[in-house]
């Protein structure tokens, strides 16, 4: 069974930098790609970051570019997210996923068919 467990979230100041991690377990995770994604209070889920297999590529949405860093350790069976510039809006729930399917890209309409339970970053002005 796969698990994905999210860790490194909490309260910061604008401004500040945060790095989240996701340990998994349960399949070989050197195979697939992962992805974080966050969801605010009363928003949708919004995609934030991918990576794929081999770790060679990553994906950010335009917003995220330059202050996002996703990277992952498969030695480690460990995805992470680097998070720098921190700003209010960055606050939300953000959790780690991992995709159906073998050697993915890090396409972020991938099939994330597992998810961890989530871990919460707060900012403050």
């Known amino acids: 069974q796969v698990q994905l467990v999210e860790s490194g979230g909490g309260l910061v100041q604008a401004g500040d930098s945060l790095r989240l991690s996701c340990a998994a377990s349960?399949?070989?995770?050197?195979?697939?790609?992962m992805g974080w994604f966050r969801q605010a209070p009363g928003k949708e889920r919004e995609f934030v970051a991918a990576?794929?297999?081999?770790?060679?590529?990553?994906y950010y949405p335009d917003s995220l570019k330059g202050r996002f860093t996703i990277s992952r350790d498969n030695a480690k069976n460990t995805v992470y997210l680097q998070m720098n510039s921190l700003k209010p809006e960055d606050t939300a729930v953000y959790y780690c996923?991992?995709?159906?399917?073998?050697?993915?890209?890090?396409?972020?309409?991938?099939?994330?068919?597992?998810w961890g339970q989530g871990t919460q970053v707060t900012v403050s002005s």
């Open positions: 996923a991992g995709d159906r399917n073998k050697y993915g890209l890090g396409d972020p309409n991938a099939p994330y068919d597992y």
């Open positions: 349960g399949r070989t995770f050197s195979n697939f790609a």
């Open positions: 990576v794929s297999w081999s770790g060679r590529n990553t």
